[in-house]
């Protein structure tokens, strides 16, 4: 196969993405890893390289001592594309980086890996996000998380992982001391049960019987576990309750230090139990609350919080229910900590009118 000569340029830097090379290309370019020496990342996004250059890539890594790093999003690798890379995984010991994510993967494909990572000894950052490996899967790669000691980051984003998933990580994560970033967003941790309804991005998931029990899961182990940093829960349904669990978590948790509640329902109550973490947290940075319908009288309470907290740099609060009326207190906390606070999003007219006028030095 001929690649266009500005192809043959972006090969040369790893990055390929949506070209269209098809496993054709993908059959070329594994056939080049067996022999190359300097290459470390290789990016094909969107090439539609299907199960068959999923499998000869595979054949390359079982061969390739370069290679760290292999982005595969999106290329229709299905399960036998995934079970091949993960049979390479058992032999390589270069790659740190597999990003396979939305390649239509399913529990059979989770277990596989699940075998992989139970043997290998250098993956560090695992990306299976978007695919369809929902509570099998995630158990699966629970208990392989209770083996393995290098992966640090594991992004199951949309996977239609419900509570029962969720518990089994946390049980996992009560065992494992290497993980730090666990992104389990756009799943149903709050979900009773992983029923098959889609999942909207305007209406979450809508119909599905909520439950607390996937989040106060690992709101309980966050105050045993030393060594996660990152916990991404956006779009799970956590409501109150689910809430105040990681607020009580939070209150003891001496390592996270970025918790993501993007488009949650979460509500004012649940922002006055997370502004009480806040007054004893000394190590969250970054929290995220957009979209949870917080309201003027939330942000007020907020407020007397960012007066006390001198660790928080970065909160997100758009697209929730502040007014004028709750903005003016949110804006007395900024002036008096503004050299703290780094980033603040909350879109309102007002707020955004009074930070202009007093810049941040």
Same mark, same amino acid.
């Given at each position: 196969?001929?690649?266009? &000569?500005?192809?043959?340029?972006?090969?040369?830097?790893?990055? !390929?993405?949506?070209?269209?090379?098809?496993?054709?290309?993908? $059959?070329?370019?594994?056939?080049?890893?067996?022999?190359?020496?300097?290459?470390?990342?290789?990016? =094909?996004?969107?090439?539609?390289?299907? +199960?068959?250059?999923?499998?000869?890539?595979?054949?390359?890594? $079982? #061969?390739?001592?370069?290679?760290?790093?292999?982005?595969?999003?999106?290329?229709?690798?299905?399960?036998?594309?995934?079970?091949? =890379?993960?049979?390479?995984? $058992?032999?390589?010991?270069?790659?740190?980086?597999?990003?396979?994510?939305?390649?239509? #993967?399913?529990?059979?494909?989770?277990?596989a890996l699940t075998n992989a990572l139970k043997v290998n000894e250098t993956l560090t950052s695992l990306s299976i996000s978007c695919n369809e490996i929902c509570?099998?899967?995630? +158990?699966?790669?629970?208990?392989?998380?209770?083996?393995?000691?290098?992966?640090?980051? !594991?992004?199951?984003?949309?996977?239609?992982?419900?509570?029962?998933?969720?518990?089994?990580?946390?049980?996992? =994560?009560?065992?494992?001391?290497?993980?730090?970033?666990?992104?389990?967003?756009?799943?149903?941790?709050?979900?009773?049960?992983?029923?098959?309804? &889609?999942?909207? &991005?305007?209406?979450?998931?809508?119909?599905?019987?909520?439950?607390?029990?996937?989040?106060?899961?690992?709101?309980?182990?966050?105050?045993?576990?030393?060594?996660?940093?990152?916990?991404?829960?956006?779009?799970?349904?956590?409501?109150?309750?689910?809430?105040?669990?990681?607020?009580?978590?939070?209150? +003891?948790?001496?390592?996270?230090?970025?918790?993501?509640?993007?488009?949650?329902?979460?509500?004012?109550?649940?922002?006055?139990?997370?502004t009480d973490a806040l007054n004893v947290n000394l190590t969250l940075t970054t929290l995220n =609350?957009?979209?949870?319908?917080?309201?003027?009288?939330?942000? $007020?309470?907020?407020?007397?919080?960012?007066?006390?907290?001198?660790? !928080?740099?970065?909160?997100?609060?758009?697209?929730?229910?502040?007014?004028?009326?709750?903005? &003016?207190?949110?804006?007395?906390?900024?002036?008096?900590?503004?050299?703290?606070?780094?980033?603040?999003?909350?879109?309102?007219?007002?707020?955004?009118?009074?930070?202009?006028?007093?810049?941040?030095?």
């Open positions: 196969m001929t690649f266009h &000569p500005a192809i043959v340029q972006q090969a040369a830097d790893g990055i !390929l993405t949506g070209n269209q090379i098809s496993a054709t290309g993908a $059959k070329a370019l594994a056939n080049t890893l067996k022999v190359n020496q300097t290459l470390t990342t290789l990016d =094909l996004t969107y090439n539609h390289i299907s +199960v068959e250059g999923a499998k000869a890539l595979a054949d390359a890594l $079982k #061969i390739n001592h370069t290679l760290n790093t292999l982005v595969l999003k999106s290329n229709q690798v299905f399960d036998e594309g995934a079970e091949a =890379l993960a049979a390479a995984l $058992k032999i390589n010991q270069t790659l740190i980086t597999l990003d396979i994510a939305s390649n239509h #993967i399913s529990e059979d494909g989770a277990q509570d099998k899967g995630a +158990v699966a790669l629970a208990d392989a998380s209770e083996v393995n000691q290098t992966l640090t980051s !594991l992004e199951l984003t949309g996977n239609r992982i419900s509570a029962e998933g969720a518990k089994a990580l946390a049980d996992a =994560l009560k065992i494992n001391h290497t993980l730090i970033t666990l992104d389990l967003g756009i799943n149903r941790i709050c979900a009773k049960a992983a029923e098959a309804i &889609p999942i909207s &991005p305007i209406f979450g998931h809508h119909g599905i019987e909520t439950s607390a029990e996937g989040v106060e899961a690992l709101a309980g182990v966050l105050k045993i576990n030393h060594n996660l940093t990152s916990l991404y829960l956006q779009w799970n349904e956590i409501s109150i309750k689910g809430a105040e669990a990681l607020a009580d978590a939070l209150k +003891v948790n001496q390592t996270l230090n970025t918790l993501d509640l993007w488009a949650n329902r979460i509500y004012d109550n649940g922002l006055v139990a997370l =609350l957009w979209g949870n319908k917080i309201s003027e009288e939330g942000a $007020k309470i907020l407020a007397i919080a960012l007066k006390v907290n001198h660790n !928080l740099t970065t909160l997100n609060l758009e697209k929730n229910a502040i007014s004028t009326e709750g903005a &003016p207190a949110l804006v007395d906390a900024l002036k008096s900590i503004i050299y703290l606070l780094r980033s603040i999003f909350v879109l309102t007219k007002y707020l955004a009118k009074e930070l202009e006028l007093w810049p941040m030095r």
